[in-house]
């Protein structure tokens, strides 16, 4: 089993305390286990006998639910599946969640700012904020559990806190939209976010979202350059448009329809250059083969 380290909260030797915690409690489960790590892949390689989503689980339980207190649950108990997930430079974690069928949603998403790094003082300038976006298809909604966090919405682009008594919030398709964490937030900011309704095409899903976000996160981190035909073909199957002048209201629809056409036509050349969507780098064989199936890749 071939594991991201990020996933693991960055392991850096086989001694390390995360690794040590995990042969311990193996021993006490009758299970031998053992770790080889590939630092020029930031993988770890286990022949550990669980599933991916049993051993992360597992994992979280024995070593890093230690260092601190738990992130808040969702309100409707919904199961890690994928992450925890260090990225910009352990300023953003990243979860996945299995979402309730309840929400209609293709994806669950549990974000966590950590309030005290310096990327998070940088509010807007945040790496993972994005630019100003609409979705054409789906909806995104988020909630608050802890701490702050803000969004720039509308053609107006105007700036709105939420915290945890404001609820869940929609963002509408066709709405202009970023998010960013709050700058001077007491605490770390923990929220829910979900793409819905799940009967779209060109859908925003956990496979979506782990590339574009682990992407961008390495790019800043200069583990990897940027390839603006990768990013624009990675966005364009999400049926998501960029938003260029969004208060130049005598632009129209050509406020989102110009970058659109943009960039379909970097993502039709980054096609013609060998690129796919989704990235071998941020996704498992299996879940690779089966876009491929459906030519999503």
Request: aromatic share 10%.
């Amino acid at each position: 089993m071939t594991i991201d380290s990020r996933e693991l909260g960055i392991l850096h030797s086989v001694g390390s305390e995360p690794l040590a915690a995990l042969r311990d409690e193996a021993r006490v489960s009758r299970h031998r286990v053992n770790f080889v790590i590939d630092p020029s892949k930031g993988a770890v390689v286990s022949n550990c006998p669980y599933p991916h989503a049993v051993f992360f689980n597992f994992y979280r339980e024995v070593y890093l639910r230690q260092e601190g207190p738990m992130a808040p649950k969702s309100p409707l108990d919904e199961p890690v599946i994928s992450g925890p997930f260090s990225l910009y430079e352990g300023s953003f974690i990243l979860e996945f969640l299995e979402p309730h069928p309840s929400r209609d949603a293709t994806v669950l998403i549990r974000a966590t700012y950590k309030h005290d790094h310096p990327l998070c003082k940088q509010g807007k300038d945040h790496p993972q904020s994005p630019p100003l976006h609409l979705h054409f298809n789906q909806s995104e909604t988020f909630q608050v559990l802890q701490g702050q966090v803000a969004t720039v919405e509308g053609w107006s682009v105007t700036t709105t806190v939420y915290t945890r008594e404001d609820g869940p919030h929609e963002i509408k398709p066709w709405v202009p939209h970023s998010f960013n964490p709050v700058p001077d937030s007491p605490e770390d900011t923990v929220l829910l976010v979900w793409a819905h309704p799940d009967d779209v095409d060109e859908m925003m899903d956990r496979v979506f979202f782990t590339n574009l976000l682990m992407y961008v996160s390495d790019v800043h981190e200069k583990k990897v350059s940027l390839n603006p035909f990768q990013i624009m073909l990675t966005q364009h199957v999400s049926a998501t448009a960029l938003i260029w002048f969004p208060t130049a209201t005598w632009l129209g629809p050509l406020r989102w329809w110009v970058p659109w056409k943009v960039q379909a036509l970097f993502a039709a050349a980054g096609r013609l250059m060998g690129l796919t969507p989704m990235m071998k780098r941020y996704t498992s064989e299996e879940e690779f083969a089966e876009i491929q199936k459906t030519k999503r890749t």
